[in-house]
């Protein structure tokens, strides 16, 4: 069974960093997919990164050039290293994993979330 326990959220102020941390345990088997999504209260969850089993990165528009995935198999580890965060940024952030099927990634397994909290 996957297991995937995020962790590195907390508060900062408007221009600051965090790296955010998630295990993920049997989630790097053939063809996988590993994100970070995030979900700001009242709104709707999305995708803020993604990388997968070739080291192919894709990243939300909004994130680009602030944000980093990356990814360390041989301890299981998939990061998110934030920096120049904003206000906008505040939200719970959930590690993902799950397949590439047709050049795109499907997610199936879901981490409980870390809060983010970005104050001007």
């Known amino acids: 069974q996957v297991q995937l326990v995020e962790s590195g959220g907390g508060s900062v102020q408007s221009g600051g960093s965090l790296r955010l941390s998630c295990a993920a345990r049997?989630?790097?088997?053939?063809?996988?997919?590993l994100g970070w999504f995030r979900q700001a209260s009242g709104e709707e969850r999305e995708e803020v990164a993604t990388i997968d089993s070739n080291d192919i990165t894709n990243y939300a528009d909004s994130v680009k050039g602030r944000f980093t995935i990356s990814q360390d198999i041989a301890v299981e580890r998939l990061y998110l290293q934030m920096n120049n965060l904003k206000p906008e940024d505040t939200a719970m952030y959930y590690c993902?994993?799950?397949?590439?099927?047709?050049?795109?990634?499907?997610?199936?397994?879901w981490g409980q979330g870390t809060q983010v909290t970005v104050s001007s």
């Open positions: 049997r989630a790097t088997y053939r063809g996988y997919c």
């Open positions: 993902a994993a799950g397949y590439a099927q047709f050049g795109r990634c499907h997610f199936t397994f």
